[in-house]
T-cell receptor
Framework: DAMVIQNPRYQVTQFGKPVTLSCSQT?????MYWYQQKSSQAPKLLFH???????NEADTPDNFQSRRPNTSFCFLDIRSPGLGDAAMYLC??????????????FGPGTRLLVL | AQSVSQHNHHVILSEAASLELGCNYS??????LFWYVQYPGQHLQLLLK??????LVKGIKGFEAEFIKSKFSFNLRKPSVQWSDTAEYFC????????????FGSGTRLQVQP
């Protein structure tokens, strides 16, 4: 089945130790998104890639970076995780070939714990 | 800027009861509207969406929602809930063109008691 896959599902890191979260998709969608969802809160967009073009949200901390080496894969890098970065990180994709925005499909998320 | 309000944070119903979850949005232009559901331990799944046309949209698992433009609302309904509907429900909005972020409401946790 076509889907959005996130690895790992759970990630434990130490305060200040860089960590990378992975997302892959078999949907061949051209847009990939990273959202942060803290406990009991709504998901919040960090950034997205429209094809190869990176689009950062204005309030996303510099500590968060992303890479998209090809259509199928997208990575979220947290350079120096703080305790406040503990959250669920959601990857989503959509097929926006024209101007119109289409439905976003979500992966299962990676729950990040910072010790 | 867009914003979404879900006024019911936690709803508890018995099986077979009717459900209506409120969603109001704030945005001056044309919007796309979505309801996503997150079952315990699972990922966000699309329940239904409205882009244009008939304001009454039907989704999966017997859910429907009605877009009322004059009230900036997109309430979710189901005539008879089941225990398996226990989940968190998120209303979301984005603009058809332009900024590509989904703006989510804070979510409603639905608990259906058998």
């Amino acid at each position: 089945d076509a889907m959005v896959i996130q690895n790992p599902r759970y990630q434990v890191t130490q305060f200040g130790k860089p960590v990378t979260l992975s997302c892959s998709q078999t949907l061949n969608h051209n847009v990939m998104y990273w959202y942060q969802q803290k406990s009991s809160q709504a998901p919040k967009l960090l950034f997205h890639y429209y094809d190869k073009d990176f689009n950062n949200e204005a309030d996303t901390p510099d500590n968060f970076q992303s890479r998209r080496p090809n259509t199928s894969f997208c990575f979220l890098d947290i350079r120096s995780p703080g305790l406040g970065d503990a959250a669920m990180y959601l990857c989503a994709t959509s097929n926006d070939r024209g101007l119109r925005q289409e439905t976003q499909y979500f992966g299962p998320g990676t729950r990040l714990l910072v010790l | 800027a867009q914003s979404v309000s879900q006024h019911n944070h936690h709803v508890i119903l018995s099986e077979a009861a009717s459900l209506e979850l409120g969603c109001n949005y704030s945005y001056g232009g044309t919007v796309n509207l979505f309801w996503y559901v997150q079952y315990p331990g699972q990922h966000l799944q699309l329940l239904l969406k409205y882009f244009s046309g008939d304001p009454l949209v039907k989704g999966i698992k017997g859910f429907e929602a009605e877009f009322i433009k004059s009230k900036f609302s997109f309430n979710l309904r189901k005539p008879s809930v089941q225990w398996s509907d226990t989940a968190e429900y998120f209303c979301a909005v984005n603009a058809p063109t332009g900024r590509r972020a989904l703006t989510f409401g804070s979510g409603t946790r639905l608990q259906v008691q058998p």
